[in-house]
Each structure stands twice: as structure tokens, then as C-alpha cells.
């Protein structure tokens, strides 16, 4: 059974098991609709009315999830003219990576990405301009001729004075370095997990936390990152 991190489920899990499942379920429009019949019994008309939108999109949509397996019919309301219908879809699914396009995965982690890259944007220039004599150097190295760009730190024992700071670039390991920094990541992570999201003398700190392969046989992927 997965183990969830953001909430609680001891429900039935339903594995998705075509690509066509999967692409529906990676489309942000489309998920949208899905949701809210997720663990629940609702009309398509009930449906629309949660989300604000009219119920031809909504039918439109919910005939997509039928078609896909996703949505199942769930019984009939009974009243005057025709009978509502009602409609279910699983309370959790399971959706693996593979079925899922390369351009739609990309895409749905760049959108899941974007508000915590704009988060730490704003937060590391606000840091940037309230410590002192910081600047940005751009240089060639002496030895490797390799252009660099990086964040000057006059005072190293600025570090141990002020909580925060973040680095973001490419570095070359071998597999036992690289298993090392990851079991270093993987005890940092599950440690904050166990902390309380608020109480009395805290503040909120954005963690990012990524080691990820790179093609090594692709420059474009690592000869240039961002600084």
C-alpha cells in the first residue's frame, strides 16, 4: 500500500492501467473536473455547480472519464421527468509515471514546480538586498577557462549567523558520493516530516531538496545552468 506524505488514506487504491487514463489524469483542465467526483457520488449537474462551470462542460468531460474507465456510473436520483443520474469515481488512484506521456510529465512537474520556484525567487532576492556588501561575480577560471557565475560572500561567518541560503547548479560524482548525498537528503527530509507544520516561536522556511541524474552525454542539460 503507498504510503502518503500530505494526508490520510486507508481506502482501495486504483492503479491506472492505460495511457490514455494516465493522460487524462496528468491534463491540469481535465483533472480539474475530475476531482470532484473523486471518492464521492455526485450528478454531473452537482458536479458543475461545485465548480462553477456549466453542465454541457462538465458532461463533456465526465464522458471523457467514462470512456477512460476513470468515472463509473453510481445509481439514479428519482424526481420529476427523467431520473439524475450519478456518477463515482475511485477515492484514490494510483497513477504510474510510465503511462504518462514525456510532455505531459514534464509539463505537470514544471506546473507543480512553478509557485515554490516564484516562493524561493522572491525569497532568496529579498535576502540578497537586506545582507550586507553581497554581489554577484561572473568570471573566467584561471585554470579551466569555464565561465562562472556565483554569489559573492564576504564574510564567511555570515553562514553561521543567518538561518537560510540555497544553491542550485550541476556537480560531477561518482556513484558513491552521489549514494552518500542522498542518504544525507533522505535523513534531513524524513527528520522535518516529524516536525509540526506551526507553533509557538516558529516560522515558515522553504526546503527544496533534489539530486537528479543528468544525461551525461547531453551538454545542454548541464554545460549551462542557470546563475
Do not use: C
Not at 24 to 42: C, E, M, Q, V, Y
Not at 59 to 77: C, D, I, S
Not at 99 to 116: G, I, K, M, S
Amino acid at each position: 500500500m503507498p504510503q502518503t506524505i500530505l494526508g490520510s488514506f486507508t481506502g482501495e487504491w486504483f492503479d491506472v492501467h492505460t495511457a490514455r487514463q494516465a493522460q487524462l489524469l496528468s491534463d491540469n483542465a481535465a483533472l480539474r473536473h475530475f476531482k470532484p467526483f473523486i471518492g464521492r457520488t455526485l450528478s454531473v449537474s452537482q458536479a458543475a455547480r461545485e465548480l462553477g462551470v456549466s453542465t454541457e462542460r462538465m458532461m463533456y468531460r465526465a464522458r471523457q472519464f467514462l470512456q477512460a474507465g476513470l468515472l463509473h456510473p453510481a445509481g439514479e436520483v428519482r424526481r420529476a421527468g427523467r431520473p439524475m443520474r450519478l456518477y463515482r469515481a475511485p477515492a484514490g488512484l494510483r497513477v504510474p509515471f510510465a503511462l504518462t506521456p514525456f510532455e505531459d510529465l514534464e509539463a505537470q512537474v514544471t506546473r507543480h514546480a512553478r509557485a515554490f520556484d516564484r516562493l524561493r525567487a522572491r525569497a532568496a532576492a529579498r535576502s540578497l538586498l537586506t545582507l550586507p556588501d553581497h554581489a554577484r561575480l561572473i568570471y573566467r577560471d584561471d585554470l579551466r577557462g569555464d565561465v562562472h557565475s556565483e554569489t559573492f560572500l564576504p564574510d564567511p561567518g555570515l553562514r553561521s549567523r543567518v538561518i537560510g541560503g540555497d544553491f542550485v547548479g550541476v556537480v560531477w560524482l561518482p556513484p558513491d558520493r552521489a549514494r552518500a548525498l542522498q542518504a544525507a537528503l533522505d535523513e534531513l527530509l524524513l527528520g522535518l516530516g516529524a516536525q509540526e507544520s506551526r507553533g509557538p516561536g516558529t516560522r515558515p522556511y522553504l526546503v527544496q531538496g533534489a539530486l537528479l541524474p543528468l544525461d551525461p552525454d547531453n551538454p545542454a542539460e548541464w554545460s549551462s545552468p542557470p546563475g
